[in-house]
């Protein structure tokens, strides 16, 4: 009796798993469906949850470990157990397991298509896929909140007066910062903790995580975490992938490693210091698209941004939202 109903409950985990499979299909399939543009380009650029780098030196030199607990569960019911099906993510970063197409980048963009709430309708769809993950595109609606986010590859002389502004305006934004940005601007990394910022991993060496290895892309966070950590004692919990590029298999390593993807719900033509919108051209796009939820994707090398940034700062609490500290 024993042995059947060891039998039972290993055959009930193996359709388990395909259900589960057939899930993932579905959701990599359906992703083709949310409406694409073209990437901005980023240039190369309050409480931290406390197990942070716990997590990160846990994984240690060996970088396979990232997902090799995905399928523990799973134990030695299943191997005992003949069956075609395997875990959603291998062991071996060489494999996909049973997660289709989890290494094809997603190609994907905010857009310009937005609901009667004015929320951009591409990251809505995106959130639905891929919020397992721990990846934000945009935040739920009815929040009553909008999210302030820079890209930090260098620094363009701007910083300060955009730190200056958050600081008179009494808003918290995040900071994703580079290796370079951190070693050269010691300074304002520190001024950007001390008044209640979050900084955030925009890598190491600006690796675009869908065009290298998972490790090379692991290890390219790592590097960054470890470093402020050591430099400022500060633990970064928050990453955002060069060029926003992504794959279902580069959210789930970011996620083992303790990790949040930030996306954004909002970005616009910024980042190129020599192709600058007007003052009045920047702060028509950037309230243009005020919505619930929103992430808003702003550069910091911006000249236009920095003088804009009051007045929006102005317009998005005048629609009546609050602009949040990283919460999410």
């Known amino acids: 009796m024993k042995a059947l109903i060891s039998t039972m409950m290993a055959l009930a985990l ?75 993510i291998s062991t071996d970063f060489e494999k996909i397991g049973a997660l289709q197409g989890a290494s094809e980048p997603v190609k994907w963009g905010p857009g310009i298509q937005v609901d009667e709430h004015n929320r951009t309708t591409a990251p809505v769809q995106l959130q639905e896929l891929y919020g397992s993950y721990n990846a934000y595109f945009i935040a739920p609606e009815g929040c009553g909140k909008l999210y302030l986010t820079f890209d930090e590859g260098y620094e363009n002389g701007y910083t300060p007066a955009i730190l200056d502004v958050l600081k008179e305006k009494n808003v918290s934004a995040v900071f994703f910062i580079t290796m370079p940005f ?49 430099n400022f004692n500060y633990e970064m919990y928050l990453y955002r992938p060069p060029t926003g590029a992504f794959s279902e298999l580069s959210l789930a390593m970011v996620q083992k490693t303790g990790y949040h993807t930030v996306l954004w719900s909002f970005a616009y033509a910024d980042w190129d210091p020599d192709k600058q919108p007007s003052y009045e051209e920047g702060l028509a796009r950037t309230t243009k698209f005020i919505h619930e939820g929103a992430i808003y994707l702003l550069h910091a090398v911006s000249k236009t941004n920095a003088e804009i940034l009051p007045a929006l700062i102005d317009e998005i609490r005048q629609q009546g939202l609050e602009i949040a500290k990283w919460d999410l």
Do not use: W
Request: aromatic letters at 2%; hydrophobic letters at 30%; a negative charge.
């Open 182 to 230: 951190a070693k050269s601007q010691p300074e304002l990394v520190q001024r950007m903790i001390d008044e209640g910022h979050v900084v955030g991993n925009h890598t190491n060496r600006h690796l675009v995580p869908t065009e290298v290895s998972l490790e090379q892309a692991y290890q390219d966070i790592k590097e960054l975490h470890d470093y402020v950590k050591e």
């Open 14 to 88: 193996v359709f388990s798993m395909a259900a589960c499979t057939n899930r993932n299909s579905e959701v990599s399939s359906s992703s083709s469906s949310v409406p694409s543009s073209s990437l901005p380009s980023s240039e190369p650029s309050s409480s931290v949850p406390p197990s942070s780098s716990d997590r990160m030196d846990d994984l240690g030199d060996d970088v396979s470990d990232v997902v090799s607990d995905v399928a523990s569960d799973v134990g030695d019911t299943v191997s005992r157990v003949e069956s075609a099906i395997t875990p959603t």
